[in-house]
């Protein structure tokens, strides 16, 4: 029997070329220089991971197809939280920015535009998308993101993990976390709280600043009652402590 003939198609200016194909697409694909990806739901798993993840992480897909978990796993411990929502939830129309684990132990950061697929029912079934390594965020004139040891602050998204837990900070409460972060270790006066929360150093006092404090603490400290991330500078006011 004779075969099929390749199918072409006119192109600009008249040229014909044969139609691109699934295989020309994978070939396609394995060339970028991005990770391209698809990860199920249920069960949990890759289902396709480009070869470009071997160049960046130095794990081979294979080694990501066996692990179930991988997905997490290549994540740094204190992002996993953002990667965690976006396979239970979905919410990949805008671009996350986390930090990879290398085979070798280092870290590079990675921009992950992500698609997710939900079936007929409205249920999560995949999430399928591109990660990028990136420059480091943290760095330059104007980072988007701060990294204090377990602290994570994305100052464009007004989100905050501890130890790669989720925490929700009042609008106030973020304002005071960026003042004292600007420079650790550099005491904030009072005044200076004040002002920058309520554009004013006279609002309800001295107290009210170490009510706003306290409620910092309470939310980022493992003992509110002994702080090792925000001291107090007697008579002074407060400042971020790194190694806290």
């Given amino acids: 029997m004779a075969s099929a003939p390749v199918r072409r198609r006119v192109g600009p200016r008249g040229l014909r070329s044969r139609t691109f194909g699934e295989r020309d697409l994978l070939r396609l694909v394995e060339r970028a220089p991005d990770v391209v990806f698809r990860y199920r739901s249920h069960p949990a798993g890759y289902e396709f991971v480009s070869r470009a993840i071997k160049r960046i992480t130095g794990f081979s897909p294979e080694e990501l197809y066996a692990d179930p978990s991988s997905a997490l796993k290549l994540v740094h411990v204190d992002d996993r939280a953002i990667v965690i929502e976006l396979l239970a939830r979905g919410t990949g129309r805008v671009p996350i920015v986390v930090r990879w684990v290398r085979k070798d132990g280092s870290t590079l950061w990675v921009e992950q535009r992500n698609t997710p697929v939900f079936n007929r029912a409205g249920e999560l079934v995949a999430i399928e998308g591109i990660a990028r390594e990136i420059v480091d965020p943290t760095m330059g004139s104007r980072p988007h993101v701060r990294v204090l040891g377990d602290i994570r602050i994305d100052l464009d998204r007004g989100r905050v993990l501890v130890a790669g837990t989720d925490v929700r900070l009042t609008p106030s409460e973020l304002r005071l976390l960026v003042l004292l972060t600007d420079q650790p270790g550099r005491t ?23 009510v706003h404090v306290s409620k910092l603490r309470a939310k980022i400290e493992q003992n509110a009652r002994h702080p090792l991330r925000i001291e107090t500078v007697r008579g002074q006011g407060y400042r971020f402590i790194l190694s806290g």
């Fill in 188 to 210: 904030v006066s009072r005044p200076t709280i004040m002002e920058a929360l309520w554009n004013s150093s006279h609002v309800g006092g001295g107290r009210v600043c170490e």
